[in-house]
Every structure is written in structure tokens, then in C-alpha cells.
């Protein structure tokens, strides 16, 4: 059981009582009224307990205090002050742990999400519920309790067992820690840009406007992306993308919309059943620091944009804030392409400026849109202002209706799944059509056809095999740019081998040569 809950912190004591007594049965409560201590027996063989007490407005809590409240559980996210209960300063846990622990109760409300056992089965809060008695419509059934250590087969996706035996992240690169594009060095945008911010997280800027953004920042570290601009580091904050407008630019009425976002493969949703009468919810989760205060905005939707979903979130002036957006499944049929339909990926986009033809009503429902709103009426415009600041980090897209904790993964293994979409022979910070002679440092060399000397030949290996077919562009070492993927030649490019053999055609008829490449496979475009 401890290898599904890592991310909860386990209280290893040896102090008499801290322990549960032996035998113990892994899961069940345990209250250690000595020491004013509240938890659930997380393993038989050493009987450690998972921390955890009664909120209490008398106390104060630390950073990482774990606190049960209203039948739910939660970790401080910030230091408190004794006082009544903010979920602001909270970070809700859903865990495995709690699904034993609380019975329902007549006399008590519970916040949406809170977990309960009634007449031994599993039931989550569809939203806040009064006290009173229990009314099924106000809960989602899950396994029941004697289920929980094996589930069977066919238990709902949505159970907490599952979400922790499985990636919960649906996205690639939430945390903006792999750069191969840009190389973690500041990118200029300006009128009619489009192109990525760094891998898997795409942007662009509509007829006007400009500003700088850099992906892999370290937040507490001062960059050259701004002289001075220092983000403020934040508890389980590795990296983050920073974006800062370089200029005050009026957003027109109309036919304008500037944003970035990243794309959801449609083989990683297809248990989402989405288009059908069991469409499962998803839930959005993300850190965000603005310089200005105010209602921001962003959309989940199919890549052509047929169906969206509009959504707000509020931040404070220079503070990193937990966000967390629930967001029904989609019953409309639209979702129901052929399962190599790229149009039913999913793009989650975050606005940073537009006009009001772009804009709609947002946590109301999914509409369809035909290709346009795509962000909240009255929601800041951020490149209207000069120099104002919008950074964001783990980002996550989950199945179900809880946001469990951002899940982190190891650097190579994030590496290696944005491999699967771009790749490049570059070396690192060295950018498509830079002269690389005299040394072509990891240049593919090539050689003549003696049957056709202007059809030359050259092999590379792939890093990974790509998860779809790449469109391929060729710079010659000098930086003369070449052939497409046009120009493939005997073996056509494929997810399947681990090399390739480019045709180029070069302007001489002997001798050798060398080239450089960029590989990208986008889900849609």
C-alpha cells in the first residue's frame, strides 16, 4: 500500500504509541489519543502510521501538516494561523488511506470530493452536501470496502486505487522541465508568431502584440530572460514556463486571440468515453503567478475547436496559487471519431490576450464552438500591459473529480516521452540553420550514388522510435536549408525503426557530405 500513497508523508517513530499495536490490519483507522495523533495503518510489516490530526481552529500548522476536516483530508500548503478553515490554504488529498476511514454522518456536511463509507460501500461528495440524511443523488458510488485491496475487474476508472496504479497525468512536460526546442533560452514573439514554447506546449500571437517567454526556469534564480526578474521559489515547484509582455499593445474588438497551450493525444482519452452516456469528468490542476491581480482564463477542447469548455481561475498579484478546475465529460457525439482521428485530441489553452468574439461565459457548460471562444469574458488581457508576468507549472490533467497531487517523474522519462515528438542532431543551444563547419559536431554524413551521383544517402538513428510519423527538415552543415520529408527515401519513416535513410540532393555530383535535422510528429496541426 505504500508504494500507491508516496506521495503522503509516513511518520516513522519508534515513540510508544505512535505505533499501531500488532497485528494491525493495513488501511484501518488508528487514533493515538496520547498523543493527539489521527492516522491510518499503512503497512503490516512495520505498522508505520500515515500522520494525520483533527483540524482545529486553535492551532497552528506548518507547511506539509496533514489535517482531516469535514471527512476529508487535507496537507497545509502554506503556514496557518489558528482560525477557521480556508481551503485556500489547503491542498485537498484524496488517498487511498481515507477510503476506509470515515462513516457517514447525518449531523455533519461535507465539501465536495469528501470520501465516505455508507451501509459498506464507497461514495464521493458530488459537491458540497448539508447535513441531513444520506440522499444517493448528492454521491458517486465506488467499490466498496472489502474491494479496496483487489479491486475487480471492471471497478469504475475513477477509483482512487487505480488512479494511483496508473500515470495520473494525461499531458506530457506539465512542469516545462524538458527544453530540446529552445534550449531554456528566452524566445521574442511578435505579430503572426506561431510555433512552440518548448516540448509538447505550443503558442502564438495573432496580428499584434509581443512578449518573451523561457521554459525550464528554476523559480528563485535570476535569469537572463529580464534583468531583475526573479520568480519566487514555491514548495514542490521544480521549474516552471515564465511569459512577460514586451509591450502595451491595444487589443482590438474583434478577430484577435493570443495564447499558448499543449495537446492531449487522443489514445491517452479514450477512456475518458467521451461522446457517450458514461463520459467520465476530468479535472484540470496547475500553480499560476501573475504580476496582476485580476480573473484569468483558458479552454479545454477539441484540437479543431468544436467543443469547448471555457474556464476562469483568480490570482493575486505576485503569488503562486494551486488551481484546480473540474470539468464534466462531454456526452456530445462529436467525441465519437475513429480511434486515429486526430481531431479528437484534446488542446488545453491559456489565453493570455483577446478580443470579444473570442471570448464566452466560462464553468457553464461545454458549448459548440466552431473554432472560436476559447477564453472567459472580462479576463485579463496580459499583453496590454508592458512587462506584466504570467508563469505557470504542474500542470495536470487527471480522470475523475479530485486533483491528487501533481505527479512527478523522473527527468529521463520525461525526456524520453517528448522524444517520442521531437527530435533534433543539433547540438545543445545550437538552433536550426547556424553554421556548424568546420567541426558538424553530431552531423549525419552522407555519401554518393554511384548510380545516380545526385542522389545522395545518409543514415541516422532515431533517440526513440516517434509515436507517429515525423515531418522532417534538413539544414545543410553549413546552415543552407535542404530537404523535406519529401525526400525520404527506400525505408519511409515510421514509428517502427531505429534508423532512417534520408535521399538529399545536393548541387554536386561526388564526394561527401553531412546535414542536420529537426523530426517533429504533432498529434494535429
Known amino acids: 500500500m505504500a508504494d500507491t500513497i508516496d506521495t503522503i508523508e509516513i511518520l516513522h517513530s519508534y515513540i510508544d504509541g505512535n505505533r499501531p499495536p500488532t497485528p494491525g490490519v493495513e488501511g484501518n483507522p488508528y487514533v493515538n489519543f496520547a498523543e493527539n495523533q489521527y492516522g491510518v495503518i499503512d503497512n503490516v510489516g512495520n505498522h508505520d502510521l500515515l500522520a494525520v490530526r483533527i483540524f482545529s481552529i486553535l492551532s497552528s500548522y506548518q507547511v506539509g501538516n496533514m489535517v482531516t476536516y469535514n471527512g476529508q483530508q487535507y496537507r497545509a500548503i502554506v503556514a496557518i494561523q489558528p482560525g477557521a478553515f480556508d481551503p485556500g490554504e489547503w491542498d485537498q488529498i484524496p488517498t487511498f488511506s481515507q477510503l476506509p476511514g470515515t462513516n457517514f454522518s447525518p449531523t455533519l456536511s461535507y465539501l465536495a470530493g469528501a470520501i465516505v463509507s455508507y451501509n459498506g460501500q464507497l461514495y464521493q461528495a458530488l459537491a458540497n452536501v448539508p447535513a441531513g440524511t444520506f440522499n444517493p443523488a448528492q454521491w458517486n458510488q465506488y467499490i466498496t470496502t472489502s474491494d479496496i485491496t483487489n479491486p475487480p475487474a471492471g471497478s469504475p476508472i475513477t477509483n482512487v486505487l487505480a488512479s494511483y496504479n496508473k500515470s495520473r497525468n494525461r499531458l506530457t512536460n506539465g512542469s516545462f522541465i524538458i527544453d530540446n526546442i529552445n534550449w531554456g533560452i528566452p524566445q521574442n514573439w511578435g505579430a503572426n508568431d506561431n510555433r512552440y514554447l518548448c516540448d509538447r506546449w505550443q503558442a502564438w500571437v495573432s496580428n499584434g502584440g509581443q512578449f518573451k517567454s523561457c ?285 532512417q535513410c534520408m535521399q538529399y540532393s545536393p548541387t554536386q555530383s561526388c564526394g561527401w557530405g553531412a546535414f542536420y535535422y529537426v523530426a517533429l510528429a504533432e498529434v494535429a496541426n
Request: charged share 10%; with cysteine; net charge negative.
Open 215 to 499: 521554459a525550464s526556469v528554476i523559480p528563485g534564480t535570476v535569469t537572463n530572460f529580464s534583468a531583475g526578474l526573479l520568480i519566487p521559489p514555491y514548495e514542490g515547484i521544480s521549474t516552471c514556463l515564465i511569459i512577460q509582455s514586451t509591450a502595451s499593445y491595444s487589443i482590438p474588438l474583434s478577430n484577435y486571440q493570443s495564447g499558448f497551450g499543449v495537446t492531449v493525444a487522443y489514445w491517452n482519452i479514450l477512456d475518458f468515453v467521451w461522446g457517450t452516456s458514461q463520459a467520465q469528468p476530468i479535472t484540470l490542476s496547475f500553480m499560476a503567478y501573475a504580476s496582476i491581480a485580476g480573473t484569468y482564463s483558458g479552454s479545454v477542447g477539441d484540437y479543431s475547436g468544436e467543443r469547448v469548455y471555457i474556464f476562469s481561475y483568480t490570482l493575486q498579484a505576485n503569488t503562486w496559487t494551486k488551481i484546480v478546475i473540474t470539468i464534466p465529460g462531454d456526452t456530445n457525439s462529436y467525441w465519437l471519431g475513429t480511434s486515429n482521428n486526430s481531431a479528437i485530441s484534446i488542446f488545453i489553452y491559456f489565453d493570455l490576450a483577446s478580443s470579444n468574439d473570442f471570448r464566452g461565459t466560462p464553468n457553464s457548460g461545454w458549448i459548440s464552438n466552431n473554432g472560436f471562444n476559447a477564453a472567459a469574458t472580462g479576463s485579463v488581457n496580459l499583453l496590454a500591459t508592458n512587462n506584466a508576468i504570467f508563469a505557470l507549472t504542474n500542470v495536470q490533467l487527471e480522470e475523475g473529480s479530485i486533483a491528487t497531487p501533481f505527479e512527478y517523474k523522473l527527468n529521463e522519462d520525461v525526456l524520453s516521452e517528448c522524444y517520442q515528438y521531437y527530435q533534433t542532431n543539433y547540438p545543445v543551444g545550437v538552433f536550426p540553420g547556424t553554421n556548424m563547419e568546420p567541426y558538424m559536431e553530431n552531423a549525419v554524413q552522407y555519401g554518393g550514388n554511384g548510380a545516380n551521383p545526385t542522389l545522395w544517402w545518409g543514415w541516422f538513428p532515431w533517440t526513440l522510435p516517434f509515436i507517429l510519423t515525423p515531418t522532417v527538415s534538413i539544414w545543410s552543415s553549413d546552415g543552407v536549408a535542404g530537404a523535406t520529408s519529401s525526400d525520404i527515401g527506400d525505408q519511409a519513416l515510421s514509428i517502427a525503426p531505429t534508423f
